[in-house]
């Protein structure tokens, strides 16, 4: 009896110290979860690249025992973040053209030009950055310079937003555009009846033939490139708005072999060959892709006046910008993809486009659930038009262009119409959630400038003086959210990532300072530290 109750007694001292074994711990930590209840930790457990536990450091230490531990010094931890709406290939291949973001006049713009074809030269020079509106002449640019500098070599600049094109006489001879070219979806910009070498909209897709397309190497860097900086600022996750089905597939090959870690939620960009492939196939899912979604460009942008007002623009009378796809096409796409179980996830700007997309969504999804379509940007609406997001639509939208168009929007609009424009706030009471994006390379990559902008609506030289339509602004929780278990959920990926829980992917970032509680001045140099990809460090 003696020697049974000794061995009943060893077992049960056995049992309560063996431990067991994980990956990681991460201890004495300043954790949001980010969960339903919007939490605190000190600690996390991680195996096979998915937390386990999730709690204090004494109890994890306890339960737990790691082939590597990491002491946080009391830093902040999020979920790794997730940009909901950027152009991350593009972010890639601004890398391999000339960078004109921030040139504060047409000269600079020139002058960068000018020494990136002496240093790298081409026989096409592209760029991209310009932005009239940040120059003393807000003006679109011509391309008689251009002339006189490259007289032999096409060129062709597209503007910040990606909304509009700057070439030359030679990129126009070469795709034959002259004054007589007639478009619909935009407007090739004439002055005194001659070409000014502006492009805005569906006219700049006359360009595409004519310009060499990247190399299977320049891709694959492109992509690289784009990885590292994103990374850089603790993106984990990035919803690139319009793909194509070669970039697609190599994103996927470049994962499986290991060559790219970063995750893609790759919305589809909107051709007849891409739908037709993608739709049959259906959707597309790994650890590191999901392929379920549909990019469709509904206006242009309002920066350079291609947004599609319901009333001329306040700048420009008798100006209503213009819709890039035809009413009876989003109709026709909505109706297609509402019968797969594909997403729609349309780029609207101005209210007028802004309720053709949300009627072409009502109509299309009548007496269906759980669908989750997205109107991107959403960025001017018309009152009795915000109703429409009680209905399960998921607006979409990127901070930071609020802080970027601030200084001209009321200019475009009328100080009665900008009211119902960068509504974030609005836009979440009626859907109950807003997914959060930058738009980059629009907009600038760091998503704590998203956080800056959500919560403070200023920019980083704090103007305005109180912030710039404050009853829009997004408290930080909500921020959190936006950028996280939101984010995710538009891409019905809530269950996997968007927040710190035991079997999510341990996708995760090392704040340098507390992004819930510092000053909101100081939220714009908060930088990611580490990172964190399936509880592997990336930086």
Known sequence: M????????????????????????????????????????????????????????????????????????????????????????????????????????????????????????????????????????????????????????????????????????????????????????????????????????NPMGLIDPIVPPLTKEQQIQALKDAEKISLGYG???????????????????????GELSIRVYAMVSNYPENLDYFLNKGIIRTEGLNVRSVKVYGDGALGSRGAALRAPYSDKPGHFGAMVTPVDQIEALAQRIAATDYQMNTHAIGDSANIVVLRAYDKALEGKTDRRWKVEHAQVISPSDFDYYEKGIIPSVQPTHATSDMYWAEDRLGSERVQGAYAYKDLLNKAGLVALGTDFPVEQVSPFLTFYAAVARQDVEQYPEGGFQMENALSREQTLKGMTIWAAYSNFEEGEKGSIEPGKFADFVILSDDIMTIPSEEIPNVSAEHVFLGGVQKK
């Open 2 to 201: 003696k020697k049974l109750l000794f061995l009943a007694t060893s077992f049960l001292v056995f049992s309560c110290t063996t431990k067991e074994e994980v990956d990681l711990i991460v201890t004495n930590a300043n954790i949001y979860t980010v969960d339903a209840d919007f939490s605190k930790a000190s600690s996390i457990a991680i195996k096979d690249g998915k937390f386990v536990a999730v709690g204090n450091s004494d109890e994890i230490s306890k339960k737990y025992n790691a082939k590597e531990q990491m002491d946080a010094e009391e830093k902040t931890i999020v979920p790794g973040l997730i940009d909901a709406h950027c152009h991350f290939y593009g972010l890639g291949q601004n890398q391999q053209v000339v960078d004109l973001v921030g040139t504060q006049s047409f000269d600079e713009v020139l002058e960068k030009v000018v020494a990136f074809q002496a240093e790298r030269p081409s026989n096409f020079i592209l760029g991209r950055g310009w932005d009239q509106n940040d120059w003393e002449v807000k003006e679109f640019p011509t391309k008689d310079k251009l002339d006189e500098l490259f007289p032999d070599t096409p060129v062709a600049l597209r503007r910040i937003d990606g909304h509009a094109l700057l070439v030359n006489q030679k990129a126009l001879d070469l795709a034959g555009i002259t004054v007589d070219t007639v478009t619909e979806g935009g407007e090739i910009v004439k002055e005194n009846g001659e070409l000014t070498g502006v492009l805005v909209d």
């Open 235 to 257: 993106l984990t996750t990035v919803n690139d708005a319009g793909l194509s089905r070669d970039i697609i597939e190599l994103i996927d090959s470049l994962q499986q072999a």
